[in-house]
């Protein structure tokens, strides 16, 4: 129980987690929201702790796709271009 109270004080430092820690801490939270065990208080702030992390998440993913570059074969050679949403 003490761990779900700390859950969004340790995310306010944790901005900076990998995507798979971000990931499976919104897994984890996701399987204490499910289980339906914890209190109304408790699953409030697991939701606005999974929001956050969700947001971490979908940032990574998206400077993810920024690196992306698309390899392509132009006249024998290889040239690189930026991904797109084609």
């Known amino acids: 129980m003490a761990d779900e ?7 306010e ?3 900076d987690l990998s995507f798979e820690d971000a990931l499976t801490r919104l897994e984890e ?9 914890s209190p109304l208080e408790s699953l ?3 939701y606005q702790s999974g929001v956050k992390l969700l947001k971490i ?5 998206e400077l993810a796709e920024m690196k992306i ?5 132009q006249d024998g050679k290889l040239t ?6 084609e």
């Open 80 to 85: 690189t271009k930026d991904f797109s949403d």
């Open 13 to 15: 430092k944790d901005s």
């Open 44 to 46: 409030v702030k697991n």
């Open 29 to 37: 939270i996701i399987h204490r929201m499910e289980s339906g065990d």
């Open 57 to 61: 998440c979908r940032a990574k993913i």
């Open 69 to 73: 570059k698309e390899v392509t074969e």
């Open 5 to 11: 109270e700390n859950e969004g004080i340790e995310l």
